[in-house]
C-alpha cells in the first residue's frame, strides 16, 4: 500500500493541469467567446464550444501521464518538461487573450508544441503508457499552432 503522502502526490500531480487551466481560463479567458466570435477565423476552425470540452480531457490525460511517468521514473527530465510545457500552456491564454499578443502568442504556440513533444518522449521513456497519453495534446497543440497563426495572419491588421 502506498503511503499517505505519495497518494496525496498523485492526487497533486492528477488535478493540478486541470487546475491551473481553470485559473487561467477565468484570468485571462473571460472574453475568450466574444474574441473567437468577432476574428476572422482560419479554415478547420472548430466551434467555440470545443475548447473547454477538449481541454478538460486533455488536462485530466496530462495528468494521469504525469502521475504514471512520475511514478515510474526517477529522471529529473520528467518533472522539468511536464512543468515547462504547463507553463507554457499557461502561458498561450494569457499572451492571446488577456494581452492580445497575437504574434508572440503564435510564436509561442510552436515553442509549447515542441515542449509537448519532448514531454511525451521523456514520458514515453518513462512508462510507455503515459507517453501515448500525451499524443492527443501534441496532436492537439500542432493543430492550436495552425489556428493561432491562422488567426494571426487574418486578423494582424485588427
Known sequence: MKQPFK????????ITPTVGGTLVAKYATSNARQVYQKEKNP???????TYPIVWSG??????????IARNASK??????????QLGLNFLWS??????????????ESY?????VVVTAVNFYKADKRSGLLMVPYALWCAFASYLATGSW??????
Open 58 to 67: 486533455l488536462y485530466l490525460a496530462m495528468g494521469v501521464a504525469y502521475m
Open 7 to 14: 497518494v496525496l502526490r498523485d492526487i497533486v500531480h492528477l
Open 43 to 49: 479554415p478547420l476552425s472548430p466551434p467555440g464550444i
Open 75 to 84: 529522471d529529473k527530465s520528467v518533472p522539468i518538461s511536464h512543468y515547462t
Open 94 to 107: 494569457v499572451l492571446y487573450f488577456k494581452y492580445k499578443l497575437r504574434g508572440a502568442a503564435m510564436i
Open 153 to 158: 495572419i487574418l486578423n494582424k491588421d485588427q
Open 111 to 115: 515553442a509549447l508544441f515542441a515542449s
